[in-house]
C-alpha cells in the first residue's frame, strides 16, 4: 500500500489522525508554540504523564496518550536549536522525524501528524526545514511500509508553499516513486 502525504495549513490539535507530533523541548514540561497549544488542548493529564518520562534528549522521542485531543497518541519530540548544535543541526532534525515514526510504528499508529519541528522558536530556516522535513519521512517510508497517511501541518502559506516546493524536488526524484502519493 502507497502512503499518502498531505500537507493541511492548520492547527496540529484538531487533526484526527492516531498520533500528532509535538515539538517539545528537553523537559517535556511544556512550552510555547505547538507545545502550548497541544498541552492546552489535551488538558492537564498530558502534562502528568509528561512528569514521569523525565524528559527527551535532542533528536529524541517519547510518547504518550492524547487525552482530551482528537489524536489517540502524541509523540513528543525535541528539536535542534538552529545555530547551538555544533554543526549537527540537520542530522538531529532527521532525527527527530526517523524517531518519532519508528516510536509511532511501534505502537500500530497508521496516520501521524507533523508540525515543522524546530522551524518557530528554534530558529531552524523554514525552507531548510521543510526540506529535511520531507526527505527524511521519504526515505523512512521507502526503507518501512506501515503508515496509510503523514500529514504535514503548516501555519503560514509560506510554510504551505516551501513544503510544496520541497515534496515536488524530493518525493520525485525518489527511486519508487509508486511508495508515495502526496496531495495538498
Ligand atoms: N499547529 C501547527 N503548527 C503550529 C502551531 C499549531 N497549533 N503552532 C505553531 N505552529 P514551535 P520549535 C508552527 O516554536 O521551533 C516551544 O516553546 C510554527 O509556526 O512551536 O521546535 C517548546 O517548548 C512553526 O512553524 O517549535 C520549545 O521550547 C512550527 O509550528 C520550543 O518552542 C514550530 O514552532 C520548540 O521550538
Not at 531552524?124 to 518501512?144: D, N, T
Not at 501555519?155 to 508553499?161: F, I, L, P
Amino acid at each position: 500500500m502507497p502512503t499518502r502525504f498531505t500537507l493541511v495549513l492548520g492547527d496540529i490539535t484538531t487533526q484526527q489522525v492516531d498520533a500528532i507530533v509535538n515539538a517539545a523541548n528537553p523537559t517535556l514540561l511544556g512550552g510555547g508554540g505547538v507545545d502550548g497549544a497541544i498541552h492546552a488542548a489535551a488538558g492537564p493529564e498530558l502534562l502528568e504523564e509528561c512528569r514521569g518520562l523525565h524528559g527527551c534528549q535532542t533528536g529524541e522521542a517519547k510518547i504518550t496518550r492524547g487525552y482530551l485531543l482528537p489524536a489517540k497518541y502524541v509523540i513528543h519530540t525535541v528539536g535542534p536549536r538552529y545555530g547551538q548544535e555544533q554543526g549537527r543541526e540537520a542530522e538531529l532534525l532527521r532525527s527527530c522525524y526517523a524517531r518519532c515514526l519508528e516510536v509511532a510504528a511501534e505502537r500500530g499508529v497508521q496516520t501521524i501528524a507533523f508540525p515543522a519541528i524546530s522551524a518557530g522558536v528554534y530558529g531552524y530556516p523554514l525552507s531548510e526545514a521543510a526540506a529535511i522535513a520531507v526527505q527524511a519521512v521519504c526515505s523512512w517510508v521507502h526503507a518501512f511500509d506501515c503508515f496509510t497517511e503523514i500529514r504535514f501541518l503548516v501555519y503560514s502559506s509560506r510554510a504551505k508553499r516551501m513544503y510544496i516546493e520541497a515534496m515536488q524536488h524530493y518525493c520525485h526524484t525518489m527511486p519508487e516513486d509508486d511508495k508515495i502519493i502526496w496531495s495538498v
